[in-house]
């Protein structure tokens, strides 16, 4: 089952408050409400690009598979979709640094560094 996870993202991002920050990019009360519980059935191909470029991510970024307990519907193993499997859920940078000691930070900052210079 493909299933949206755009608060994944957001907390990847730093964001805290999803429903607010849509709201600030110009997104209608009612489509941000929804984008920021993950209750979304379909979405427009306008706010997903939207979304992509806001958060600099692509859409696979925003999706997950999780696998159907239905045999009918197994994928075998190489099937592309196993790509989009989650093992943890996402966390602010923010949060995950808050307890990393001082002097650790620099090696985070070097490995970010150098993870900026493969663009």
């Known amino acids: 089952m493909l299933i949206f996870r755009l608060n994944r993202v957001m907390a990847l991002r730093g964001i805290s408050v999803p ?11 009612t489509v941000a409400r929804n984008l920021s519980h993950d209750r979304v059935a379909n979405i427009k191909i306008a706010h997903l690009e939207k979304l992509c470029r ?6 696979n ?16 193993e190489n099937h592309s979709l196993h790509s989009l499997k989650r093992n943890q859920t996402a966390q602010s940078l923010r949060t995950i640094m808050k307890d990393i ?3 650790k930070l620099e090696r985070i900052e070097e490995v970010l560094n150098q993870l900026d210079d493969e663009k």
Do not use: I, M, S
């Not at 806001?54 to 859409?59: D, R």
């Not at 925003?62 to 075998?76: I, R």
């Open 61 to 76: 970024d925003l999706f997950e598979w999780q696998t159907d307990d239905n045999p009918a519907n197994a994928l075998g």
């Open 54 to 59: 806001l958060l600099n991510c692509t859409p």
């Open 101 to 103: 000691p001082v002097h």
């Open 19 to 29: 429903y607010a920050f849509l709201k600030r990019q110009g997104f209608h009360r």
